[in-house]
């Protein structure tokens, strides 16, 4: 197969994708509550373990913070 063929087929199969997305009906659900589920500026109770776990996993650490890049995680 060369390039143009190539193309030209990528292209149909994306058309048809498209299409049978279109075929798809959805509906918009809205959830609406008397109340939020949670109060301002309140403590949220967390595991207290799950810094210690975070930075025990982060490959990069500078003081308190950790030096992250996006997929440098990724095994």
């Given amino acids: ?3 143009e063929q190539i193309k030209a087929q990528a292209k149909q199969i994306i058309d048809n994708f498209v299409s049978a997305l279109e075929k798809i009906e959805t509906s918009e ?3 609406e509550r ?3 589920r ?3 500026n309140s ?3 967390t595991d ?3 810094r210690k776990i975070m930075f025990n996993n982060a490959p990069n650490k500078k003081g308190e913070c950790i030096t992250a890049e996006k997929g440098k995680w990724t095994k």
């Fill in 1 to 3: 197969m060369d390039n």
């Fill in 48 to 50: 207290p373990d799950f």
């Fill in 38 to 40: 949670r109060i301002e």
């Fill in 34 to 36: 008397k109340a939020d």
């Fill in 43 to 45: 403590p949220k109770e």
């Fill in 29 to 31: 659900q809205l959830v």
